[in-house]
């Protein structure tokens, strides 16, 4: 008579589970791996045009407003692509234009070593502020005023060719010789930022005085 041997004791039983959760873990990954290709694929012009949402849209989404609102079915806030508005005097940025201005930016903020102090997209320092959102920081408002510039392209141009002059608080930043048309795409490569679909990062942007809704 053979010796009954419970389920949880035979070596095959568990040899087969590991198989059965292996290749089930195998495909759910490789199916995680295409809908996230899908998510963080670059938009193009003609989403912007048809009013097509992407978590990231086209370079030329710097020819339209930009604002940050609530959204009550997700719980946080997500960025919302309005109507055109200028960017330093033009609306019409062809989608290779505005591509060119993005990446003279990133490069521009990876020679400056930017992320020593700043973060962007949850990666580098936290000794100056987090510059995923800052085209949507209210200080600009005030900037502008200050520097005496009609818009915020330009009041922030001027700040990241004069930091040094134009101190936004305590922990000053360096003068790093960035030039006028380095400074115009960094303003660009951010304006991009800024429309990017975070899922609510950074968590403590939103209460800022006037981020909400563009103020």
């Known amino acids: 008579m053979s010796k009954k041997v419970s389920v949880w004791t035979d070596i095959r039983f568990w040899q087969r589970s590991a198989a059965?959760?292996?290749?089930?873990?195998?495909?759910l990954l490789i199916w995680l791996t295409f809908d996230s290709m899908g998510q963080i694929a670059m938009g193009t012009d003609n989403d912007l045009q048809n009013g097509v949402t992407k978590r990231v849209p086209s370079p030329s989404v710097i020819n339209y407003k930009i604002t940050y609102e609530m959204s009550d079915k997700r719980g946080h806030e997500v960025p919302v692509i309005g109507g055109k508005e200028t960017f330093f005097g033009r609306d019409d940025y062809s989608e290779e234009e505005a591509r060119a201005l993005l990446n003279l930016g990133k490069l521009g903020v990876q020679a400056k070593n930017c992320m020593n102090c700043h973060t962007l997209l949850g990666n580098g320092a936290y000794y100056a502020p987090d510059l995923t959102?800052?085209?949507?920081?209210p200080m600009w408002d005030g900037y502008m005023a200050r520097l005496g510039k009609d818009t915020k392209e330009e009041a922030m141009a001027e700040f990241l060719q004069f930091p040094s002059e134009n101190p936004s608080h305590g922990r000053m930043m360096p003068?790093?010789?960035?030039?006028?048309?380095?400074?115009?795409?960094?303003?660009?490569?951010?304006?991009?930022?800024?429309?990017?679909d975070t899922n609510g990062f950074p968590r403590n942007f939103s209460k800022m005085q006037g981020a909400i809704h563009g103020k």
Request: charged share 15%; hydrophobic share 55%; proline share 0%.
């Open 20 to 27: 059965w959760v292996t290749g089930f873990a195998a495909m």
């Open 133 to 137: 959102k800052a085209w949507l920081d």
């Open 175 to 196: 003068n790093l010789g960035i030039t006028a048309e380095e400074a115009k795409g960094i303003v660009a490569f951010l304006k991009h930022m800024s429309s990017i």
